[in-house]
């Protein structure tokens, strides 16, 4: 079973930049569709944006677009979360997710089977 495991989470002024990982264990995570949701205090889980099996692909949502950008790295097991431009907005608890179902990404969280546990974003004003 393949676990996700997110850091690079923590406190940064807005404006800012963060990069959060998404390590994940077992050989088989290079054929999965990725994705990365937020949540923050009293608010549902938002999707963020996907990356494809290949990397090839990736989406994101209006409120993120331009300032973040999904990669990975399938030799390391490990999807990134390149966010700059950071506002206090974008404070929340950040989760990769991985559809093992398919090596395409979704926005549905219901469309994921792998969770991590989450990283903590804040971003002060």
């Known amino acids: 079973q393949v676990q996700l495991v997110e850091s690079g989470g923590g406190l940064v002024q807005a404006g800012g930049s963060l990069r959060l990982s998404c390590a994940a264990s077992?050989?088989?995570?290079?054929?999965?569709?990725m994705g990365w949701f937020r949540q923050a205090p009293g608010k549902e889980r938002e999707w963020v944006g996907t990356?494809?099996?290949?990397?090839?692909?990736?989406e994101y949502a209006d409120s993120v677009k331009d300032r973040f950008t999904i990669t990975r790295e399938n030799a390391k097991n490990t999807a990134y979360l390149q966010m700059n431009n950071l506002k206090p907005e974008d404070t929340a608890i950040y989760y990769c997710?991985?559809?093992?179902?398919?090596?395409?990404?979704?926005?549905?969280?219901?469309?994921?089977?792998?969770w991590g546990r989450g990283t903590q974003v804040t971003v002060s004003s």
């Open positions: 990356v494809n099996w290949t990397g090839g692909s990736t």
């Open positions: 077992g050989r088989t995570f290079r054929w999965y569709g």
């Open positions: 997710a991985a559809n093992s179902r398919s090596g395409d990404g979704s926005r549905r969280t219901a469309d994921y089977d792998l």
